[in-house]
């Protein structure tokens, strides 16, 4: 199983981007899929989570800015960024657990993708 993310990149404070971390391989169910970031100097911390059949949750300093989204069709988790400022700079990383055709579970990360938020 792997994800891979995509969709950083430099925007200007306000404006918006969107995550994108596709899940591929032997994949039976997932059971969440959700959003990390690291900012320099900080620890990692989780920013949204959407766990199956749940309601998404959101760390306070991006709520009402940052809407968690999953396609199960696709096995695709999207982070739309609004409103973006200057301290959501940090490499975001999409987690998911996993299972797998052989009914094992894992915890699988994304490698990351960075996002800067500067004018």
């Known amino acids: 199983v792997q994800l891979q993310a995509s969709g950083g990149g430099l925007v200007q404070p306000g404006g918006s981007l969107r995550l994108s971390c596709a899940a591929s391989g032997s994949i039976f169910s997932i059971n969440y899929m959700g959003w990390h970031r690291q900012a320099p100097g900080k620890q990692r911390e989780l920013v949204a989570t959407?766990?199956?059949?749940?309601?998404?949750k959101y760390v306070d300093s991006v709520k009402g800015r940052f809407t968690i989204s999953v396609d199960n069709a696709k096995n695709t988790v999207y982070l739309q960024m609004n409103s973006l400022k200057p301290e959501d700079t940090a490499v975001y990383y999409c987690?998911?657990?996993?299972?797998?055709?052989?009914?094992?579970?894992?915890?699988?990360w994304g490698q990351g993708t960075q996002v800067t938020v500067s004018s």
């Open positions: 959407m766990p199956s059949g749940g309601s998404a």
């Open positions: 987690n998911a657990e996993i299972q797998s055709r052989r009914l094992t579970w894992g915890n699988y």
